[in-house]
């Protein structure tokens, strides 16, 4: 058909341009349409989209949830799929004894101590009991720190209450959170023993001294940390031909060589390098037993002479010197089988693993034999002064009667639990450690 405008001028097209025209106008009719089409479904897919998104109804694929997660900074990135973990290499047993299994973490800086002025409980609400506390009576509890830690960095403070105290005790309580803030842990300790050691101190407040110093004793006695000052503990460096009992001998050491591999978390105590710096504990250790708490106080110091022992001023039957560690609960004799008495760690006496005799029924136990009424364990104990050389046969023990701590159900025997037990084996030493029983 031709245009208007060439009709006017009287012109026609031929036929064969005429189809090739009518072929591109269809042609281009088809581009037109397309383009509408895709522009139609462009727009309604985009609006699709945007009213699910809206709606909280869109559909994220694997691929979309990447997507998702790069845009927007608060999308939780999916864990990788963890890997089986890979089996541990094997190695040949030491035959020796080993120190017992525990999980201390790793040796923290404590927080420092806060400011309080109301009377502190007897119990505060935080405090953890010890092992094999009857949960019905109530206890001086401390936290076991080679048991029951807390994850590094959140070391728990105790508070301590000063209205109780005497102007001066309540100017050292003062004065140890100062240090304790600076870092200074072993002036803190000092200050604090002497505030637990006081006559005047009231027995309300001892329990919360005794955890703080527990906690003190997680870093300075129980952990790999030498803090400086410290006269209880030191830093050696291995050379050439040492192992643990050499080290034990060479530094004249009264404690058992297997403390060293619990301090610093020894996997192989076989197996030490050359150069290799290992934190050891100087002691000596000693004991006292309080009967009517059930309760066995760790301190170190120079142990008394037999002539002077028992002859102290301090509280809680420590002895001038000695420096409190922290306490384990304990089971005593029943029908008060547990003689009043002041030992010491008998020579040749600490026994791993022992058999054992009934000596009122001539029942023999096996080394191995699990119904053995000791446990694992055993430390002799001779009278110390000559009003308590009387008492024979006494020890302290384990136990398979975990029941039995925190009672009166031995011989007269100290029970304490399995994992107790073999520290303070490793800490009692013979002719040397003084073990004590105060009412």
């Not at 088809?30 to 998104?53: E, I, M, P, Q």
């Not at 094999?132 to 070391?155: C, E, F, K, N, Y």
């Not at 005047?200 to 407040?205: G, V």
């Not at 001779?382 to 308590?388: L, M, V």
Request: hydrophobic content about 40%.
């Amino acid at each position: 058909m031709a245009l208007a405008s060439q009709n006017a001028r009287g012109q026609r097209i031929p036929s064969s341009s005429v189809a090739v025209y009518r072929a591109k106008r269809r042609a281009k009719a088809r581009v037109v349409l397309g383009v509408a089409a895709l522009v139609v479904l462009g727009g309604g897919g985009l609006l699709w989209a945007l009213w699910s998104r809206d709606s909280g109804n869109a559909i994220v694929g694997p691929q979309n949830a990447s997507a998702q997660t790069a845009a927007d900074p608060l999308a939780t990135e999916s864990a990788p799929t963890p890997r089986p973990p890979e089996p541990a290499p094997e190695r040949t047993p030491d035959p020796r004894p080993q120190p017992a299994e525990f999980t201390m973490g790793a040796p923290r800086t404590l927080a420092p101590a806060p400011t309080l002025t109301q009377p502190l409980p007897t119990a505060p609400p935080h405090s953890l009991p010890m092992a094999g506390a009857p949960a019905t009576r109530p206890q001086d509890t401390v936290r076991d720190p080679l048991i029951s830690t807390p994850p590094a960095g959140t070391a728990e403070q105790p508070a301590t209450a000063r209205s109780g105290l005497p102007a001066d005790l309540a100017n050292l309580v003062d004065a140890a959170e100062r240090a304790q803030r600076e870092g200074k842990l072993v002036e803190c300790r000092t200050q604090l023993n002497r505030v637990l050691l006081d006559q005047r101190t009231p027995e309300s407040e001892r329990p919360a001294l005794r955890r703080w110093m527990s906690e003190l004793s997680d870093v300075l006695v129980f952990s790999a940390t030498a803090a400086p000052g410290d006269p209880f503990s030191q830093v050696y460096t291995v050379v050439s031909g040492d192992s643990l009992p050499v080290i034990n001998r060479k530094l004249g050491l009264t404690t058992e060589y297997m403390l060293i591999a619990r301090l610093n978390k020894l996997a192989d105590p076989s197996r030490i390098r050359i150069d290799q710096k290992l934190k050891v504990a100087n002691g000596p250790f000693h004991a006292v037993v309080s009967k009517s708490a059930f309760r066995m106080d760790i301190y170190m110091g120079d142990p008394p002479s037999p002539s002077t022992v028992g002859t102290s001023k301090l509280a809680s039957g420590a002895e001038p010197g000695w420096v409190y560690v922290r306490s384990f609960m304990v089971g005593l004799g029943a029908e008060d089988g547990t003689p009043i008495a002041n030992f010491v760690v008998r020579n040749n006496s600490k026994l791993v693993n022992p058999s054992w005799v009934n000596p009122r029924t001539g029942d023999r136990f096996g080394a191995d034999d699990p119904k053995n009424p000791i446990g694992e364990r055993w430390v002799g104990l001779d009278g110390f002064d000559d009003a308590s050389k009387a008492h024979t046969g006494f020890g302290v023990h384990g136990t398979v009667e975990p029941d039995s701590i925190g009672r009166s159900m031995s011989m007269g025997c100290i029970r304490l639990s399995t994992q107790d037990v073999d520290i303070v084996y490793e800490l009692l030493a013979p002719k040397v450690s003084v073990v004590k029983v105060v009412p």
